[in-house]
T-cell receptor, first 110, second 116 residues
Framework: EDQVTQSPEALRLQEGESSSLNCSYT??????LFWYRQDPGKGPEFLFT???AGEEKEKERLKATLTKKESFLHITAPKPEDSATYLC???????????FGQGTTLQVKP | NAGVMQNPRHLVRRRGQEARLRCSPM?????VYWYRQLPEEGLKFMVY????????ESGMPKERFSAEFPKEGPSILRIQQVVRGDSAAYFC??????????????FGSGTRLTVV
């Protein structure tokens, strides 16, 4: 069964304190791993798509990496405006739908 | 350059009434997906549609829920005889045809359904 597990469920950081969010997955053929950011009361906002092991993508303070079993979202020197829920999702090879993890809620304190 | 448009943003229904949620995909997108998000939970896939066609409805409850994406107009998610457990945020996403230069999923702002 296709499955996505994110850890930790919640993460509190001080401003400037770097850390990583984990996304472990099992999927019948991976056609893409997606990271989204979701603010309270809003829809998910696209961050990255990764397609193959070893791939990395960066955007401002965020960097996403991918292996055959997991993905990491590294946050370098976070700011309070990075506070949000970060969602990881996979697209199995035999379907167009996304399967989401439960998300990691990040709080960055000034 | 409008994104995915969902309406209404908030919907209150009494138990037993019908709820209709609308989704207009991004321009150029031909695929629509519906997801449900319960409080403190992740997004759960419900249904995947193309124009006039249901491609995958494996996440739809067997009863009371239906979805359509007609040739003209928005996609509609319909919930008949709503119950308290249907209270959730419902998100729509759209994507372009396979093989597009940019392939990705764009989400709307959601419809928050409250059943009283």
């Amino acid at each position: 069964e296709d499955q996505v597990t994110q850890s930790p469920e919640a993460l509190r950081l001080q401003e400037g304190e770097s850390s990583s969010l984990n996304c472990s997955y099992t999927v019948s053929g991976l056609r893409g791993l997606f990271w989204y950011r979701q603010d309270p009361g809003k829809g998910p906002e696209f961050l990255f798509t990764l397609y193959s092991a070893g791939e990395e993508k960066e955007k401002e303070r965020l960097k996403a990496t991918l292996t055959k079993k997991e993905s990491f979202l590294h946050i370098t020197a976070p700011k309070p405006e990075d506070s949000a829920t970060y969602l990881c999702a996979v697209r199995p090879s035999n379907t167009g739908k996304l399967i989401f993890g439960q998300g990691t809620t990040l709080q960055v304190k000034p | 350059n409008a994104g995915v448009m969902q309406n209404p943003r908030h919907l209150v229904r009494r138990r037993g009434q019908e709820a209709r949620l609308r989704c207009s995909p991004m321009k150029g997108h031909s695929h629509v997906y519906w997801y449900r998000q319960l409080p403190e939970e992740g997004l759960k896939f419900m249904v995947y549609l193309q124009k006039e066609n249901i491609i995958d409805e494996s996440g739809m409850p067997k009863e009371r829920f239906s979805a359509e994406f007609p040739k003209e107009g928005p996609s509609i998610l319909r919930i008949q005889q709503v119950v308290r457990g249907d209270s959730a945020a419902y998100f729509c996403a759209s994507s372009p045809p396979e093989g597009s230069t940019y392939y990705g999923y764009t989400f709307g702002s959601g419809t928050r359904l409250t059943v009283v």
